[in-house]
Nanobody, 123 residues
Framework: VQLQASGGGLVQAGGSLRLSCRDS????????MGWFRQAPGNEREFVAA????????IYGDSVKGRFTISRDNARNTVYLQMNSLKAEDTAAYYC?????????????????WGQGTQVTVSS
């Protein structure tokens, strides 16, 4: 699996960013996709997951109501729309693919990982 994440950058608090992650090897077909993040010195944190059919969507508590995950199976791509960004959202964001149609927040659910894309929110 080759997962290519993009869309990170520097944004002011209250702003928005949209992350994308394309699965060039189509391993995400019939499998869940998701996003995690990791700030320096912190453990990797679950952000959001979406099932193969675009349902079974779950979010981490810290991003509920602000972030939206979606996917385009024709493009083998998962998106993360991030609104109302806060300084504490600053982290490297990683996309991931599970080996089942629905997956949860546990890191053990996820098999393949992309490279991180950095999101920095200035306060």
């Amino acid at each position: 699996v080759q997962l290519q994440a993009s869309g990170g950058g520097l944004v002011q608090a209250g702003g928005s960013l949209r992350l994308s992650c394309r699965d060039s090897r189509r391993t995400s077909s019939n499998n869940a996709m998701g996003w995690f993040r990791q700030a320096p010195g912190n453990e990797r944190e679950f952000v959001a997951a979406i099932g193969w059919r675009g349902s079974n969507i779950i979010y981490g508590d810290s991003v509920k109501g602000r972030f939206t995950i979606s996917r385009d199976n024709a493009r083998n791509t998962v998106y993360l729309q991030m609104n109302s960004l806060k300084a504490e959202d600053t982290a490297a964001y990683y996309c991931a693919v599970a080996l089942r149609p629905v997956a949860g927040a546990a890191i053990s659910d996820w098999r393949y990982w992309g490279q991180g894309t950095q999101v920095t929110v200035s306060s």
